[in-house]
């Protein structure tokens, strides 16, 4: 039953198994090694070749190129603006990535800008703008952008069409002896401790507070996901929630406040236990010995909404008494009143 905004948590595990393959210790220098006749990061193929695919970072002579980068954040969000030059002759496409990384080079978290097209031996400038967490951007000591292929933000640097562009959060180029991009180390659901959990109703939604402490020796990234049961916890849940993603230094700890978001809200009134599960790829992932969650009960006074009746009021508003305006009567019409007595009007008008 996991839904489309679930899968975030999934997504997370693709990118740093790709990026795993990217980068790891002791890189000397951020490039592509140039191995095949191909140029500008995408391979020109004729029209009766729709197969011939993407030239891969090893396989780019002449790779994009990043100029005239400028950051400006608001709210949640980074305005990314940059200049792609193409040096080669064939025409570059696919899309740019940013990633931001820790003091140690780790990569914090991976995100796609925006698709690009640069024809060979021009340059374009280009405006994007992502959502990037208050959390993330607070760890982050380096930004890397880089381009790739279609769909390959996922993949990290290892599809690179284009040099790796370092930078300091400011846009100002990152300095000599920044630590490269280090390969990332798969996060287990062991990696992760639970507290201060709390779930709360509003007047029309429901909420959940936690705080989660990454307990490993590396930096491990994940998402929260509650699942639902009835009494019995055999069956599977009732319902399940995406509550938050978290990418943790060793040590480093989080609190969140989330939407609980359930398929149909009058199940609250059938759940009576919560498990609040935070693993590599949260609601993707299936509860079992190694990711048992976080279990306590649903507290009583958590119940379903309660539906409003609408009371009519106008024209349209029903008469308590049961009669609507067919029912209407004048009491002097069905019951006449006898003129008053003449001797008795000609005293009253004497004084």
């Known amino acids: 039953m996991m839904r489309s905004d679930q899968r975030r948590g999934y997504?997370?595990?693709?990118?740093?198994?790709?990026?795993?393959?990217?980068?790891?210790?002791?890189?000397?220098?951020?490039?592509?090694?140039?191995?095949?006749?191909?140029?500008?990061g995408v391979a020109v193929v004729d029209a009766g070749a729709p197969d011939a695919g993407v030239a891969q970072a090893a396989d780019v002579v002449k790779p994009l190129?990043?100029?005239?980068?400028?950051?400006?954040r608001q709210d949640n969000r980074l305005a990314v603006t940059y200049t792609l030059t193409n040096p080669g002759t064939?025409?570059?496409?696919?899309?740019?990535?940013?990633?931001?990384?820790?003091?140690?080079?780790?990569?914090?978290?991976?995100?796609?800008?925006?698709g690009i097209t640069v024809k060979g031996g021009t340059t374009d400038t280009f405006r994007d703008?992502?959502?990037?967490?208050?959390?993330?951007?607070?760890?982050?000591?380096?930004?890397?952008?880089?381009?790739?292929?279609e769909f390959g933000c996922s993949y990290g640097a290892s599809v690179a069409t284009s040099e790796l562009l370092r930078l300091l959060p400011t846009g100002q180029p990152a300095p000599a002896g920044t630590p490269p991009p280090q390969k990332p180390q798969v996060s287990k659901a062991t990696d992760f401790?639970?507290?201060?959990?709390?779930?709360?109703?509003?007047?029309?939604?429901?909420?959940?507070?936690?705080?989660?402490?990454?307990?490993?020796?590396?930096?491990?990234?994940?998402?929260?996901?509650?699942?639902?049961?009835?009494?019995?916890?055999?069956?599977?849940?009732?319902?399940?929630?995406?509550?938050?993603?978290?990418?943790?230094?060793?040590?480093?700890?989080q609190t969140f406040t989330e939407s609980i978001v359930f398929d149909n809200e009058k199940n609250w009134d059938e759940v009576m236990i919560l498990r609040l599960f935070t693993s590599p790829h949260g609601c993707a992932d299936d509860?079992?010995?190694?990711?048992?969650?976080?279990?306590?009960?649903?507290?009583?006074?958590?119940?379903?909404?309660?539906?409003?009746?609408?009371v009519e009021s106008g024209a349209d508003a029903e008469d308590p008494t049961g009669m609507d305006s067919s029912d209407a009567y004048d009491?002097?019409?069905?019951?006449?009143?006898?003129?008053?007595?003449?001797d008795d009007a000609s005293e009253g008008t004497a004084d």
């Open 90 to 114: 064939a025409q570059g496409r696919g899309e740019a990535c940013l990633s931001l990384h820790d003091d140690q080079g780790m990569v914090i978290e991976a995100e796609r800008m925006g």
């Open 65 to 72: 190129r990043f100029s005239d980068v400028t950051l400006k």
């Open 193 to 253: 401790e639970v507290s201060n959990v709390e779930v709360r109703q509003g007047p029309s939604d429901y909420f959940l507070t936690y705080t989660v402490k990454n307990v490993s020796d590396h930096r491990a990234s994940g998402s929260g996901c509650l699942r639902a049961y009835m009494a019995l916890e055999r069956a599977p849940a009732l319902e399940e929630s995406p509550e938050g993603d978290f990418s943790l230094a060793p040590g480093a700890s």
């Open 287 to 310: 509860a079992d010995a190694e990711n048992a969650g976080f279990k306590f009960m649903k507290p009583a006074y958590i119940h379903a909404p309660v539906e409003e009746v609408e």
């Open 129 to 149: 703008s992502v959502g990037v967490g208050e959390a993330s951007w607070k760890q982050a000591r380096t930004l890397m952008l880089y381009t790739t292929a």
């Open 331 to 342: 009491p002097e019409e069905e019951f006449p009143q006898p003129p008053p007595d003449s």
């Open 11 to 40: 997504a997370w595990g693709v990118l740093f198994l790709g990026l795993a393959a990217a980068w790891g210790p002791g890189c000397k220098k951020e490039q592509p090694v140039a191995s095949a006749p191909v140029d500008a």
